[in-house]
């Protein structure tokens, strides 16, 4: 049974930092293109980030360029976002996603493969 399970989330200050965790089994990450997208309260599924199978293509929403960082360790079946100088309208569940695929995706339709969800929620 493919599972994708989120980890991380919590509650934060503004400025600081969190690092998310993605946790896959039933599936063998390497073969998958994975990215992060979160959901804000009476929001729709935004996309944050994605990484490609190797790692080598990253690609980020305009909003959190030079503070996120996805990343992935396929040894460990495992993707990473790692959130620094965070923001109060970063406050969203946090969700992995995944896609066998090579490429890079953006839609959440495109991803078959979802995590949980984790809270992050930062004060100002």
């Known amino acids: 049974q493919v599972q994708l399970v989120d980890s991380g989330g919590g509650l934060v200050q503004a400025g600081g930092s969190l690092r998310l965790s993605c946790t896959a089994s039933g599936m063998d990450i390497s073969n998958y293109g994975m990215a992060w997208f979160r959901q804000a309260p009476g929001e729709g599924r935004e996309f944050v980030a994605s990484?490609?199978?190797?790692?080598?293509?990253?690609y980020y929403v305009d909003s959190v360029k030079g503070r996120f960082t996805i990343s992935r360790d396929n040894a460990k079946n495992t993707v990473y976002l790692q959130m620094n100088s965070l923001k109060p309208e970063d406050t969203a569940v946090y969700y992995c996603a995944g896609r066998y695929s090579s490429g890079n995706y953006y839609f959440p339709k495109e991803y078959p493969n979802w995590g949980q969800g984790t809270q992050v929620t930062v004060s100002s």
């Open positions: 990484i490609s199978r190797s790692g080598r293509g990253t």
